[in-house]
Every structure is written in C-alpha cells, then in structure tokens.
C-alpha cells in the first residue's frame, strides 16, 4: 500500500521539448555550449589520435589544427556559455526587463551552427571553417546588438557589465583577425587572434564575473563573511591582463614576467580576502577551488618569462596556458554553469554528484595536460587528456541536456 500511496502521488516525468530552450537565454546558451563540448573534443581527440597513428585516414585541416582548437574552445565553445550568462545576468545587474527572444536566439544559431560548419570544415569540407567563422560572427554582433542598448538604457553605470562589454569588443576583434587569417591575410592575424581570445576576451570576463559575484555568493552563504570588492582590484587586473597581451602580440617573451608576477600578486590577494572561512556549500565551495589555478597559471607564465629570458629556452611549452584554460576557465565553466542550472531550472542551490564528479576529473584532466609538456611522449598524453575532457564532461553534460530541454522543476516559467 505504501508504494502503491507513492506511485499515486509521484509527480509524472516531464516532458522534453527542443521549443523550451528559447524559454530562456541560459537554456539556449548553455545547451549550444555543452553541445560544443562534446564535438570540439571528439574533433580534437581523433585529431590526436591520428596524429599517434591510432586511426587512419583522419582528415587534416587547412588552417593548422592546433590553431583551429584554439578558435573553436574561445570563441565558439567558451563563448556560448559566457553569451548565455550575460544575456541573463545583465538585466539583473542593472535592474531591466530580459531581453526579448528574437534577440537571443540568434545568437545561439550563430555560435552553433558557426561551430558544427567550422569542424565539418576540419572534417574537410573546403569552405567550412569560412563559412562556419561567419556564422560565429553574425552569432556575436546579434549578441552585442541585444546588450547594447542595456548600458545605454541603465541608470549610472555598472562597471562589471561595462568591463565585460569591453571584452566583448576585444574578442569580436580577435575574431576579425582570425576572418582577415582565413581571408588571405598573414599567420600573424591568426596569432594574434588565438592570444585575444585569452587575455583581451575571456580572462577578462572571467575575473570580472568573479569580482562581482564570488564575494556576492559567499556573502549570502557564509555566516560573518565580509565581501570585499574593491574596483582598484578590478582594474589593475584588467590592465596587467592587456599588458600581458600587449607583450604577447610582439613577442616580448623576455619581459611576460613584469605583468604576470603582478597578476600573481593580485589573484594571490583576491583569493585570501574572497575565501570562505567558514562552513560553506559545495557549490560556492567549487568556485574557490577553481578559483586557485588562476595564481598557479601565472606562477607557470612567469617562471617561464625568467626562464626565457635568461636562457631563450621555453622550458614549460604550453603548460601555462592549459593551467589557465582547463584548469581555471575549465573548472569555473563546471562551477558557475551548475550554479546558475541548478537555480534558474527551481533546482536546490547544490552540487549534484555529476558534477562533483565532473569538477574533480577536470582537475585530473589539467594535470595530465600539464604533464603533458614534459613528458617525452607529450603527443600521446595530450591525446589521453583531450580523451578525459570527454569521460569527465560527458555525464554531466547529458543531465544539463536533459534540464534545459524540460520545464522548471517548480513550475515557474523561464
């Protein structure tokens, strides 16, 4: 009788539709992003893979692959969250209604079909990475044409949201250079593109988000906690972040140091005031963690500048800028992207154990990778890394698939 009362009164499974996720900018964003996890890394791994001579006959893309990964993490996958969260965050942060939906859903049709083109372009097709970069960017103005006229209707200005329009001016920059590469235009536009898309659009909107709201979430979780937000913080590093891209455009490997032992120094401090010193959830617990690679990135980049600069020799590769991709913006992605699931779906504020599960193996993923640049067979281990992104994000991604394409657990709609 007592299990016959439960199946009465359990609520009956919803339904999935694909019309729900243009209920919300979060839902279309994130499900375009999580999306692109997957094929990015599927892409990348076999690429890999046929690089160590495990599969056979794995197309090799025009341009360079190395480059094209770049391109498609920061400017298609990464950018697809960071859309989603601004798109939905802004009208919060400057007391506005959310913007309608013929704003947002281009730009989630932008940024996904722009991707799936660009990796049927390395899959082969000739004119797919043009055409797909295009899409990207009809994808991106349609996204800063629906944030726009935010700024402009607010009253006083919200710094958090400027800094992060600024960024979004610098990424739409960076993907300019990487079209002017594709278009005929010399290596160094696609160089130059790759090292914006780190520190003139995503870094910056990284910290900036954190600024904002790691001492906000804390403050609302931690019994006597103290937010300390001091925009003095914000902006110096900003301004080392495009000092260090500054440095980075005309190679001035020798001098990285100067800016990065200050971005040490800063995300050092930042991380000591921010930390939660008490008994704290989970989830605001994760961000913090993730938090720690930010210092450990740019311990890496200036121990690498001193070591450049005294011997010529690039002694950790690429190992400082996987510590900042996946280690950092890897494991805040996992944070903030369960956090702000969790509760705009009318979810518990909590962890799910997915996602534990999915923020513990990324941070095996980033050592492997780290690993990678000095071990003598790094090819092979990078394969094994580019596997883990797919083992450590694909549960994880599927019940996120699953929540945007339902209704709100509490009825609400959104």
């Not at 989830?283 to 938090?291: A, K, T």
Request: net charge positive; hydrophobic share 60%; glycine share 12%.
């Amino acid at each position: 009788m007592r299990i016959l009362r439960r199946m009465q009164t359990a609520t009956p499974p919803r339904p999935l539709s694909p019309r729900l996720l243009a209920a919300a900018p979060h839902r279309l964003m994130f499900f375009v992003g999580a999306s692109n996890v997957l094929l990015a890394m599927l892409w990348w791994f076999g690429w890999l893979a046929a690089a160590r001579g495990w599969i056979a006959g794995y197309p090799q893309p025009e341009p360079y692959a190395g480059w094209l990964h770049a391109f498609v993490m920061q400017y298609q996958m990464l950018a697809s969250f960071i859309f989603g969260f601004l798109l939905t965050v802004f009208p919060r942060w400057m007391g506005l209604p959310e913007p309608d939906r013929w704003r947002y859903v281009p730009v989630g049709a932008g940024l996904f079909g722009g991707q799936i083109v660009t990796l049927l372009g390395a899959l082969g097709w000739d004119a797919g990475v043009l055409v797909g970069t295009l899409m990207t960017l009809a994808g991106w103005l349609a996204a800063l044409s629906a944030l726009a006229p935010l700024l402009w209707q607010e009253r006083g200005a919200t710094w958090h949201a400027r800094a992060c329009f600024g960024a979004l001016w610098l990424g739409l920059i960076g993907l300019g250079g990487w079209l002017a590469f594709l278009l005929g235009a010399s290596p160094s536009w696609a160089f130059a593109a790759i090292k914006i898309g780190s520190f003139g659009f995503l870094l910056p909107i990284y910290f900036t988000v954190a600024h904002r709201m790691f001492p906000f979430f804390a403050g609302n979780a931690v019994q006597g906690y103290t937010m300390w937000r001091p925009f003095w913080l914000l902006g110096a590093v900003l301004a080392l972040a495009l000092a260090h891209l500054g440095l980075e455009l005309v190679h001035g490997y020798a001098w990285l140091w100067l800016p990065d032992l200050g971005l040490l120094a800063l995300t050092l401090l930042a991380l000591a005031r921010w930390w939660p010193r008490g008994a704290a959830p989970g989830l605001l617990r994760v961000l913090f963690l993730g938090l720690l690679w930010l210092p450990v990135a740019f311990a890496l980049y200036a121990g690498q500048s001193l070591v450049y600069a005294a011997s010529g020799a690039f002694l950790l590769g690429r190992a400082p800028a996987h510590a900042l991709f996946v280690g950092f913006f890897g494991s805040v992605l996992i944070a903030m992207v369960t956090r702000v699931t969790q509760g705009h779906s009318g979810r518990p504020l909590v962890m799910p154990k997915v996602a534990w599960y999915a923020f513990w193996a990324i941070q095996g993923v980033t050592l492997m990778r780290l690993g990678a640049e000095l071990a003598d067979d790094g090819m092979t281990w990078q394969a094994l890394s580019a596997a883990g992104w797919l083992v450590a994000l694909a549960p994880w991604i599927v019940r996120l698939g699953r929540i945007y394409l339902a209704p709100r657990a509490d009825g609400r709609p959104g």
